[in-house]
């Protein structure tokens, strides 16, 4: 009965909760805009989800954007759209908007980082009836409200990037692992993560404030996915893996040969959000070795759909 109803809503039997996809960060279509009072922002480049119990996002705001002091008594709201429109003329071009309230934040000299968690959420790009329809044969499991299904549709309507965090040095404390939870914040050299407890490198990290970061081509996706075991399992000895290692410039920790770039990340502050522990960080060190046409990125199932419709979906990875 589901591959029927999937069949007759997507035009395809198998419904999934998330899609890979292949692009960069400079051909990514969507925008996303912050309006807090009477100031609309982009913050395209500067949000990411950083926590799922509860959802949580993470927003840089820069010094220069010239925005009035923010409190946990300003209202934002995060608009979603599928191009870089004037959504201030027209909002046709919405794929979703969110009511936030304020959690935290961490301030810095060139601006702040602000901790928002979702309220309230409305997708726009499906009718409520078919949304309850998608929820309720497909995605309805324990600990996923409807609400925190639509926070998480927004949340992955824009494309997040599958990066490769690294850790330790010695062989029997090592480990390499992809993220999708993790930003980068270019104006200032940051970089935040949000990473789930019951990753096995959590408290070596916390202990020793440093990780690896690094960027790597679509290529090499397979690998990446394997390697998504080490979030749990004790990886393989560094001279077992399916592929060569090197090591970093300063903290001498394991990196694949074939990654794009890589940058050493001191770890300045923590903060427990829930199920995922935030790690807030600059970069002390950068090595690129490479420039590759494509990278792997997180969608929503139903952004995927919506966009295969339009006719302007992002290419996906082979299943």
Not at 257 to 286: A, C, P, Q
Request: proline residues 5%.
């Amino acid at each position: 009965m589901k591959d029927i109803l999937s069949k007759i809503i997507f035009g395809e039997p198998i419904i999934r909760e998330y899609v890979t996809v292949f692009t960069t960060d400079d051909q990514i279509n969507e925008r996303v805009y912050l309006q807090t009072d009477a100031r609309m922002i982009d913050i395209s480049l500067n949000h990411w989800p950083l926590c799922l119990d509860p959802v949580v996002f993470g927003i840089w705001i820069p010094s220069e954007a010239n925005i009035s002091p923010l409190s946990s008594q300003s209202v934002f709201k995060i608009y979603v759209a599928d191009s870089d429109s004037d959504i201030k003329k027209s909002r046709s071009c919405l794929l979703s908007v969110l009511t936030l309230e304020y959690i935290d934040k961490i301030e810095e000299e060139d601006g702040v980082f602000l901790l928002l968690k979702p309220v309230k959420c409305g997708i726009r790009y499906l009718n409520y009836l078919k949304i309850l329809l998608i929820y309720f044969n497909h995605y309805k499991k324990p600990g996923l409200s409807l609400s925190k299904f639509k926070f998480l549709v927004s949340s992955f309507s824009y494309p997040r990037k599958v990066r490769l965090v690294s850790f330790g040095k010695e062989k029997e404390d090592y480990n390499i692992f992809p993220m999708d939870f993790a930003g980068d914040i270019a104006s200032s050299g940051r970089f935040v993560f949000g990473l789930r407890h019951t990753n096995r490198s959590m408290p070596g990290i916390i202990s020793a404030k440093k990780l690896v970061v690094s960027d790597c081509s679509s290529e090499y996706r397979s690998i990446i996915y394997e390697l998504g075991k080490h979030h749990l399992a004790t990886p393989s000895t560094p001279d077992t893996l399916p592929f060569k290692i090197l090591e970093t410039g300063q903290f001498g920790f394991y990196v694949p040969e074939w990654v794009d770039s890589y940058r050493e990340i001191r770890i300045d502050k923590t903060m427990n959000l829930g199920s995922h522990m935030l790690f807030w960080g600059k970069s002390i060190n950068e090595k690129k070795m490479r420039v590759s046409d494509a990278h792997l990125y997180h969608i929503h199932f139903l952004l995927y759909f919506h966009q295969k419709r339009k006719g302007s979906a992002y290419p996906t990875a082979p299943d």
